[in-house]
């Protein structure tokens, strides 16, 4: 909510980790990182999040709706 450029759901799950204090291990990761993108589609078809172009990589980009 306060990033100033669009982040990825694996760069959100990422800081959503640290934010917990969780030990953050790579099966964390991905599975955090899989909720995270269910969680911004589902917000995605309500029009509160839209995605962005991409810098290139494999995840998609976010940003809340204008």
């Known amino acids: 909510r306060t990033s100033q450029k669009t982040l ?3 760069e959100i799950a990422s800081q959503m ?3 917990r204090g969780l030990g ?8 955090m ?3 995270v993108a269910g969680c911004l589609r589902d917000k ?8 962005t172009p991409t ?10 709706a204008q």
Request: charged fraction near 30%; aromatic fraction near 6%; proline fraction near 3%.
């Open 55 to 64: 810098r290139g990589g494999l995840y998609l980009e976010w940003r809340l």
């Open 44 to 51: 995605r078809e309500q029009g509160l999040v839209d995605n």
């Open 24 to 31: 953050s291990t790579p099966k964390l990761l991905n599975l």
């Open 17 to 19: 980790i640290v934010h």
């Open 8 to 10: 990825t759901s694996r």
């Open 33 to 35: 990182t899989r909720r």
